[in-house]
């Protein structure tokens, strides 16, 4: 068999991957040819002639089969980019979105400039909303809770790759349950937020693969709100900021919860495609 390069390897299992109907067909196919070369997206745009060994297209074609059966790129080459940074993931842990990179941006708006500031990050998962605060904000140390220890475990990990792990405490068990007396000035969380019955409708990549648990948001979607709001004032510095990721059609059910828990002026902020994303409350 003729050796292939990089270049027609990656433009053919990206014409597969577009045939069975992958938006990122493209990406995902540069991404996964990348891992099983040792090469990042921008590597191999500029090794298109790299000659791709029969061993390399055999592991690639076993990561195709995968993909083609729905896993998503980043639980199969185990890690994705978020705020520019590359986040470990383990079977525990949702794949970061680029809509929560929203929180972060928040985040260093309220916090910038201040000497030292602590920061809560509640179902913290990979540690990606912490780490990348942490990573901008050179005086805020912050505490990331998890109901799972392994999800904490990655967390721990990717705090190290990072450099931040002093700067960070992780901690199990549900939401404030494993705090003291702690204050924070920012407390932040993108919690489960699906109604249990609408996990059903979900696309594959995120039904079959993302933890239930990091999703399901009981049966209005809005039990893990409830919990953090109800909780969230007597961990808070006044003033502090509470940042919360919503749903589509969260936002007034949210800030009604907000103001109920004597939160003050919570106001909403779009993403980039014009939907309700966040919250922002003061206390
Ligand atoms: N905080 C993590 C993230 O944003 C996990 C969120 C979750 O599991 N719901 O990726």
């Keep these: 068999m003729r050796a292939k390069n990089a270049g027609t390897v990656w433009r053919g299992l990206a ?39 029969d061993a390399d297209i055999a592991s690639l074609e076993l990561l195709a089969k995968r993909r083609l059966g729905g896993e998503p790129v980043a ?10 940074l590359e986040f470990g993931l383990n079977e525990a842990t949702l794949v970061p979105r680029p809509e929560t ?3 972060v941006d928040l985040g260093i708006e309220f916090l910038e400039g201040r000497k030292r500031c602590a920061i809560l990050d509640l179902g913290t998962g990979s540690g990606c909303i912490l780490i990348s605060l942490l990573v901008n904000l050179s005086g805020a140390g912050g ?36 705090l003291g007396d702690e204050k924070f000035d920012l407390v932040v969380s993108n919690p489960p937020y699906i109604a249990s019955q609408e996990i059903e409708g979900l696309q594959t990549e995120v039904r079959k693969f993302d933890p239930r648990v990091a999703l399901d948001g009981g049966r209005d979607g809005l039990a893990a709100y409830r919990a953090i709001i109800g909780g969230a004032s007597r961990h808070l510095r006044s003033p502090g900021t509470l940042l919360l990721e919503i749903g589509h059609d969260q936002a007034e059910a949210v800030a009604a919860l907000c103001l109920e828990n004597r939160f003050e002026k919570p106001s909403v902020r779009k993403d980039l495609a014009g ?3 966040v919250i922002v409350a003061q206390y």
């Design 275 to 277: 939907q309700p994303r």
């Design 101 to 103: 990179e929203m929180l």
């Design 15 to 53: 014409r597969r991957f577009r045939g069975a109907g992958i938006e990122t067909a493209g990406l995902d196919a540069r991404l996964l040819l990348g891992h099983v070369l040792g090469l990042d997206g921008l590597q191999l745009a500029v090794k298109e002639n790299l000659l791709v060994s």
């Design 143 to 178: 505490i990331g809770i998890d109901l799972s220890e392994e999800a904490l475990e990655q967390a721990g990990q990717n705090s190290v790759c990072h450099g931040v792990e002093a700067r960070t405490d992780w901690r199990a068990g549900s939401w404030f349950a494993p």
């Design 75 to 84: 639980r199969i080459v185990g890690s994705k980019e978020f705020y520019g």
